[in-house]
């Protein structure tokens, strides 16, 4: 098929390079414009565009979809289909009508639970036990369109964003060359009204950690917060960045360290934390025992506080 990619992180670079693979055309890539980045604030393109460059395609990155130009330019194109993977702009109703066969959106979802900005972090945070990825026609609604394809992941008892991130990535590469390649074949389903979820951006307000709360709900705040933004707490007057953990028996006052060695255990609001990998201000980061041999926490310090 004739095809306009349409992605700008990451995540989408998988799905952009299995399409060159399997032998569809790609008429143009659109990403988003290059953006400051690093200590000298330099723009720096989109992990898309560098991947589409590598690979010899056309690459546009208008600010915006929504001038008669751009429009005009897209469907001048005269692709298939187009496939949108994380693009980061909102495809005004020309846009989306353009392409012969319309545009196909890979989301991490099992939709219609976590529609929305934040799905994959959304998912471990509520404790989820699997996600997947959806291979969604696109309406004019945020995330509201029918399902060709579905498959789904079970998610790690402690499974960090990061990583669920990575394969889910990987899925939906291969999910929308299956739904291209039997596209004649597949029945859109329409979404339920039934189980509707929002997966709101997350703020980094809510990286910081309320250790009254239960162990469970807190370990999943930390890997669902892993790598970024993080959760943290405030050790001796510095954040200290929590990147896995899981729930452990113990007691004693929230944000009490109730032991050390192999990990960091933590009283919570009820039960304990145990913290295996940590991220201290301005050092990369490592496992809770290698951070316990410089740190030198003792049993019965409070963490939070400072």
């Not at 859109?188 to 929002?198: A, S």
Request: proline letters at 8%; hydrophobic letters at 45%; charged letters at 25%.
């Amino acid at each position: 098929m004739r095809l306009i990619f349409m992605g700008t992180p990451d995540f989408s670079v998988p799905a952009l390079e299995a399409l060159v693979e399997a032998g569809h055309e790609i008429a143009a890539v659109y990403t988003q414009p290059p953006r400051p980045a690093g200590r000298g604030k330099k723009d720096r393109p989109s992990p898309v565009q560098e991947r589409a460059e590598a690979l010899g395609l056309e690459v546009r990155s208008p600010a915006s979809l929504r001038g008669e130009d751009a429009q005009a330019a897209f469907a001048a194109l005269e692709a298939d289909a187009a496939v949108v993977v994380a693009y980061g702009l909102i495809l005004p109703r020309a846009v989306l009508d353009a392409p012969a066969r319309g545009c196909f959106n890979i989301h991490a979802s099992l939709l219609p639970r976590w529609r929305g900005a934040a799905p994959i972090q959304r998912a471990i945070m509520a404790g989820d036990a699997e996600t997947g990825v959806c291979i969604m026609g696109m309406e004019a609604g945020l995330d509201t369109g029918p399902v060709f394809l579905k498959k789904r992941l079970p998610i790690g008892p402690e499974e960090t964003a990061g990583e669920l991130h990575d394969r889910l990535s990987a899925l939906g590469a291969e999910a929308i060359v299956e739904a291209l390649d039997t596209l004649d074949d597949l029945r859109p389903v329409p979404q339920p009204e039934e189980g509707v979820t929002y997966a709101a951006k997350i703020d980094k307000a809510e990286a910081a950690v309320d250790w009254s709360r239960p162990s469970d709900e807190i370990a999943r705040q930390v890997n669902g917060l892993s790598p970024f933004p993080g959760a943290w707490t405030v050790h001796d007057g510095k954040r200290l960045k929590l990147m896995r953990a899981r729930s452990a028996k113990g007691d004693g006052s929230p944000g009490e360290v109730l032991s050390t060695g192999s990990a960091l255990t933590v009283a919570a609001g009820q039960g304990a934390v145990d913290i295996t990998e940590v991220q201290a201000e301005g050092r990369g980061r490592q496992d809770a025992a290698a951070f316990l041999n410089g740190a030198r926490i003792a049993p019965g310090t409070m963490l939070g506080e400072g």
